[in-house]
T-cell receptor, first 114, second 111 residues
Framework: DAEITQSPRHKITETGRQVTLACHQTWNHNNMFWYRQDLGHGLRLIHYSYGVHDTNKGEVSDGYSVSRSNTEDLPLTLESAASSQTSVYFC?????????????FGPGTRLTVL | GQQLNQSPQSMFIQEGEDVSMNCTSSSIFNTWLWYKQDPGEGPVLLIALYKAGELTSNGRLTAQFGITRKDSFLNISASIPSDVGIYFCAGQLGQGGKLIFGQGTELSVKP
């Protein structure tokens, strides 16, 4: 069955380190998204991509970057991790057709920055 | 940034009761989605609404796309313990996939 996976599921790192979170989907969806989830804020969009080599900034993109070298993967990089980036991160994918445009989420990565 | 107002923030109900939650926005949306999130998991899509006035059911769940395109509600009938979780509404401004999420409604069901 097609699916979307994230790794690692849990990560502890130190302030200032570079961290990369992986997202892989097997639906062959063109659209991929990264969100962070914090108490009281729901899900907030970090970056998104509409296809290979396409990347766009979301609502809370500062301190994060993404690259899209193939359809299946959209890794999220924290260039220099900060304690404010402690959060749960979700990847999602979707494919737009007229009348059907829904996003499917991965299981999440819990990141702690000490 | 753009926000959706979702209410209530939390609900504590008895098994068998009906539940209603809603989302409102100052902007018009083309699509409304309702997700459920279980602890430690990603959100799972429950219902998708694509037309103003649309009323859609999925088992005990019913959702409606408001005719003004600025609101949506979700009803759960005859709640059961496995309904426990956080429910999110999400609106889509245009084609292309970007979603705006509500803050979530945390549902607790007492057996």
């Amino acid at each position: 069955d097609a699916e979307i996976t994230q790794s690692p599921r849990h990560k502890i790192t130190e302030t200032g380190r570079q961290v990369t979170l992986a997202c892989h989907q097997t639906w062959n969806h063109n659209n991929m998204f990264w969100y962070r989830q914090d108490l009281g804020h729901g899900l907030r969009l970090i970056h998104y991509s509409y296809g290979v080599h396409d990347t766009n900034k979301g609502e809370v993109s500062d301190g994060y970057s993404v690259s899209r070298s193939n359809t299946e993967d959209l890794p999220l990089t924290l260039e220099s991790a900060a304690s404010s980036q402690t959060s749960v991160y979700f990847c999602a994918s979707s494919e737009w057709w007229v009348g059907t445009d829904t996003q499917y989420f991965g299981p999440g990565t819990r990141l702690t920055v000490l | 940034g753009q926000q959706l107002n979702q209410s209530p923030q939390s609900m504590f109900i008895q098994e068998g009761e009906d539940v209603s939650m809603n989302c409102t926005s100052s902007s018009i949306f083309n699509t409304w989605l309702w997700y459920k999130q279980d602890p430690g998991e990603g959100p799972v899509l429950l219902i998708a609404l694509y037309k103003a006035g649309e009323l859609t059911s999925n088992g005990r769940l019913t959702a409606q796309f408001g005719i003004t395109r600025k609101d949506s509600f979700l009803n759960i009938s005859a709640s059961i313990p496995s309904d426990v979780g956080i429910y999110f509404c999400a609106g889509q401004l245009g084609q292309g996939g970007k979603l705006i999420f509500g803050q979530g409604t945390e549902l607790s069901v007492k057996p």
